[in-house]
T-cell receptor, first 115, second 108 residues
């Protein structure tokens, strides 16, 4: 299993440009999520999905869109990039059970710089 | 979501046992306590999870007192490679709340 994969690893955008960060998992997990991590801070939840066709907002959703058409993929879209979106983005997936309630598997991250 | 409080940083030496305590006074009855580890330029990695008393795996131990208002992650005989940020999370399910974590630095 590849686990959670993210592409690209690095990206530089100009203000106003759009792009999609890709996330895929091969563990057949129902739950997927996107986080951003700014320097010296913990991870903040952007959007999450509890299954194909179902998405919801997290703590910092403004400026980001998501969709979940398949169990495997959960892309994150920036429609008009802003310098405040410069960050490292992590995708995660999990299969919530009573035992492994919070065990999420994280991807390697995408480092995004918006000029 | 239960708020957690943990030390910002800790220093240790190789071979020592490290204990990182996390406070979570408003933990809910159904909440689990989970610890993650994050190395620079990597995503967080699950370390251990527990509900009450003590849990041990090949990496760490987790001690949870009866009132569950705090928990302690114990790393036995740390090495340089244990230098990382450690996050304590409580409850959440579909919404994990990561605090700033504890930066553990292990030296020779």
């Amino acid at each position: 299993n590849a686990g959670v994969t993210q592409t690209p690893k690095f990206q530089v955008l100009k203000t106003g440009q759009s792009m999609t960060l890709q996330c895929a998992q091969d563990m057949n997990h129902e739950y997927m999520s996107w986080y951003r991590q700014d320097p010296g801070m913990g991870l903040r939840l952007i959007h999450y999905s509890v299954g194909a066709g179902i998405t919801d907002q997290g703590e910092v959703p403004n400026g980001y869109n998501v969709s979940r058409s398949t169990t495997e993929d959960f892309p994150l879209r920036l429609l008009s990039a802003a310098p405040s979106q410069t960050s490292v983005y992590f995708c995660a997936s999990s299969q919530p059970t009573r035992k492994a309630y919070n065990e999420q598997f994280f991807g390697p991250g995408t480092r995004l710089t918006v000029l | 979501l239960a708020k957690t409080t943990q030390p910002i940083s800790m220093d240790s030496y190789e071979g020592q046992e490290v204990n990182i305590t996390c406070s979570h006074n408003n933990i809910a009855t159904n909440d689990y306590i989970t610890w993650y580890q994050q190395f620079p330029s990597q995503g967080p990695r699950f370390i251990i999870q527990g509900y009450k008393t003590k849990v041990t795996n090949e990496v760490a131990s987790l001690f949870i007192p009866a009132d569950r208002k705090s928990s302690t992650l114990s790393l036995p005989r740390v090495s340089l490679s244990d230098t990382a940020v450690y996050y304590c999370l409580v409850g959440g399910g579909n919404k994990l709340t990561f605090g700033t974590g504890t930066q553990l630095k292990v030296e020779l």
